[in-house]
């Protein structure tokens, strides 16, 4: 049972460009998650999706990101005209249902180079 | 207020030492609590779920104060391996599913 694919591992984008960051959750898991990580920081929420739902987004920069999970393939994480400022690791979990104590594995990220 | 605060560290401890880690969470409302540790560059890793009763995994014991909104991390006999990031997790059910929130994490390094 493959665990949370991410690709790409390493993407580099000039100042401009867009990004697209796919997420393949745990077979059997219909939950997905996106989290940014800067440079020596903690990993903060973005959006929370389950099959063709965005369920919060409380987390997401209003303006250039968005996120879908269609009903086939994997979750895309999408960042248009990209800054410096969203250089960072991208990290996408997935869990398996609603619960408690549901937890949630991780992918191993995308990082993020805008140059 | 921070949703879930811990001291970032680093915690610098010799090999055999015991070292705690503690966690504050703002949110009473929150349902379930978690340790995860995370490696330099690597992905966060599940490393025990956090009860009220208290648990313990080996060398690690973990405890949930409901009533002070206090979580701990306790490791006994630290090894090299041990050297990680450790993040205080706090799970609030939203709209049907899950949002785990993270604290920043705490450094610790074992040294010989």
């Known amino acids: ?115 | 207020r921070k949703e879930v605060e811990q001291d970032p560290g680093p915690f610098n401890v010799p090999e055999g030492a015991t070292v705690a880690f503690n966690c504050t969470y703002s949110n009473s409302a929150s349902q379930s609590f978690f340790w995860y540790r995370q490696d330099c560059r690597k992905e966060p890793k599940l490393l025990m779920s956090v009860y009220s009763s208290g648990n313990e995994d080996g060398r690690f014991t973990a405890q949930l104060n409901r009533a002070s909104q206090y979580i701990s991390l306790l490791i006994r006999d630290s090894k090299l391996s041990d050297s990680a990031t450790y993040l205080c997790v706090v799970n609030g059910l939203t709209g049907g599913g899950n949002k785990l929130t993270f604290g920043t994490g705490t450094q610790l390094k074992v040294e010989l």
């Open chain 1, 1 to 115: 049972n493959a665990g949370v694919m991410q690709n790409p591992r390493h993407l580099v984008r000039r100042r401009g460009q867009e990004a697209r960051l796919r997420c393949s959750p745990m077979k059997g898991h219909s939950h997905v998650y996106w989290y940014r990580q800067l440079p020596e920081e903690g990993l903060k929420f973005m959006v929370y999706l389950q099959k063709e739902n965005i369920i919060d987004e409380s987390g997401m920069p209003k303006e250039r990101f968005s996120a879908e999970f269609p009903k086939e393939g994997p979750s895309i994480l999408r960042i248009q005209q990209v800054v410096r400022g969203d250089s960072a690791a991208y990290f996408c979990a997935s869990s398996p249902a609603r619960g408690q104590n549901t937890e949630a594995f991780f992918g191993q990220g995308t990082r993020l180079t805008v140059v």
